[in-house]
């Protein structure tokens, strides 16, 4: 069977994702986006977790997929611009 684990970092700080945000930019683990879920703006990190990418702000958590549903664009990463991380 499968084992499903973190995907290897590679040389560069962030990991592709294999996603891409509404205006088709990569999306990579770190970045910072921003989405919408049941009419709220969030703003959250993407992180690898249970097999999946996933943002999470307060207590709203996103599996992100590929059909873009919730996230609307990336506006920085947890490296250049951790003050957009809201705490």
């Not at 943002?55 to 611009?81: A, F, S």
């Amino acid at each position: 069977g499968w084992i499903l684990s973190r995907p290897p970092r590679h040389d560069k700080e962030d990991f592709f994702t294999s996603l891409h945000d509404k205006h088709e930019k990569e999306i990579y683990e770190g970045d910072i986006l921003e989405g919408e879920i049941a009419g709220k703006k969030i703003t959250g990190e993407v992180f690898w977790e249970t097999a999946c990418y996933r943002m999470k702000q307060d207590d709203i958590d996103i599996m992100l997929g590929h059909d873009k549903q919730n996230v609307r664009r990336v506006i920085g990463n947890i490296y250049e611009n951790p003050e957009r991380i809201k705490q």
